[in-house]
């Protein structure tokens, strides 16, 4: 059994020298939406989902983006809503929200 059920990533990467980052797009923000929807929809803990900050993914040109393991599904958000509905449907019933998929095309 996994420590934690699941557990996702939200990069939240600035640059300062003009290149496109995750923090352009609101990162901060959607990770403390999702950490306090995670807390506040009771699924923080072990044995079910842990929230993490994380330096540059590696797939900046999808920015904002965030990773689900143990599925190893990446996403990509554009406002609250999208990561609220990440929180109700992959991380609390593992359903999988195909409309936020990062291609697997969409690097840096
Ligand atoms: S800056 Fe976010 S993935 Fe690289």
Redesign the pocket.
């Known amino acids: 059994m996994n420590y934690f059920e699941r557990h996702i990533f939200f ?1 939240t ?1 600035q640059r300062d020298n003009g290149e496109r ?2 923090a352009q797009f609101d990162a901060n923000a959607l990770l403390e939406t999702c950490k306090v929807a995670v807390k506040t929809g009771d699924l923080a803990g072990p044995g079910k989902v842990r929230v993490s900050k994380a330096g ?5 040109a999808g ?3 965030a990773v689900v393991y143990p599925e190893s599904t990446w996403y990509s958000f554009v406002d609250r809503d999208d990561v609220l509905e990440v929180v109700e449907e992959h991380l609390r019933h593992g359903r999988v929200v195909e409309r936020l998929v990062l291609p697997d095309s969409v690097g ?1």
């Open positions: 990069c990467n980052a995750c540059c993914l590696g797939r900046c920015g904002p983006v840096v």
